[in-house]
T-cell receptor, first 109, second 116 residues
Framework: GQNIDQPTEMTATEGAIVQINCTYQ??????LFWYQQHAGEAPTFLSY??LDGLEEKGRFSSFLSRSKGYSYLLLKELQMKDSASYLC??????????WGAGTKLIIKP | GAVVSQHPSWVICKSGTSVKIECRSL??????MFWYRQFPKQSLMLMAT?????????EQGVEKDKFLINHASLTLSTLTVTSAHPEDSSFYIC????????????FGQGTRLTVV
């Protein structure tokens, strides 16, 4: 079967760094997406990785290891507005998105 | 990023009635649209995938006669919840994707449906 695993909830301090992990087992792989979703709102696109390595975009970076079926989203200089759920999604062999359950990130002052 | 408009943002309806939710891609042609349902504190659950001009593909466990999906044009898809019941109350989100890969899916604002 297809499976995406993420921690359910994480807590971090304002100004700190947090890493949200995602492991996946899918039938085929056509890239991994990270989305941010604030409570009561629709998800917004953060990043896309299809090759191994780190992609940096401002305070957010995303890493991928295809051999390990593993990705992480790294958030630096955390701000209170970063409190949200972070969703990991993988494109399978049919280019369908398989979604993780999301990680709720709580930022404390 | 591209804009996807979903309407209405929220709706309250009586049990047994039908509700139509619209999803429009405003500045690109959406060859594929996805409809999701999200219950509180849970992740997105894909209900169906629709390609313009063809019948929607429903996920296992989703009643196609209850959740009618129409994708008549490259910019509009509709989801109609027929004979709604309180257990259908949820947050419904559409996303639209242009042809080609990788093209990230852009999400509508979501529709909060409450059936009383």
């Amino acid at each position: 079967g297809q499976n995406i695993d993420q921690p359910t909830e994480m807590t971090a301090t304002e100004g700190a760094i947090v890493q949200i992990n995602c492991t996946y087992q899918t039938s085929g792989f056509n890239g991994l997406f990270w989305y941010q979703q604030h409570a009561g709102e629709a998800p917004t696109f953060l990043s896309y990785n299809v090759l191994d390595g780190l992609e940096e975009k401002g305070r957010f970076s995303s890493f991928l290891s295809r051999s390990k079926g593993y990705s992480y989203l790294l958030l630096k200089e955390l701000q209170m507005k970063d409190s949200a759920s972070y969703l990991c999604a993988v494109g399978d062999s049919n280019y369908q998105l398989i979604w993780g359950a999301g990680t709720k990130l709580i930022i404390k002052p | 990023g591209a804009v996807v408009s979903q309407h209405p943002s929220w709706v309250i309806c009586k049990s047994g009635t039908s509700v139509k939710i619209e999803c429009r891609s405003l500045d690109f042609q959406a060859t594929t649209m996805f409809w999701y349902r999200q219950f509180p504190k849970q992740s997105l659950m894909l209900m169906a995938t629709s390609n313009e001009g063809s019948k929607a593909t429903y996920e296992q466990g989703v009643e196609k006669d209850k959740f009618l999906i129409n994708h008549a044009s490259l910019t509009l898809s509709t989801l109609t919840v027929t004979s709604a019941h309180p257990e259908d109350s949820s947050f419904y989100i559409c996303s639209a994707k242009a042809e080609g890969w990788p093209r990230e899916a852009f999400f509508g604002q979501g529709t909060r449906l409450t059936v009383v």
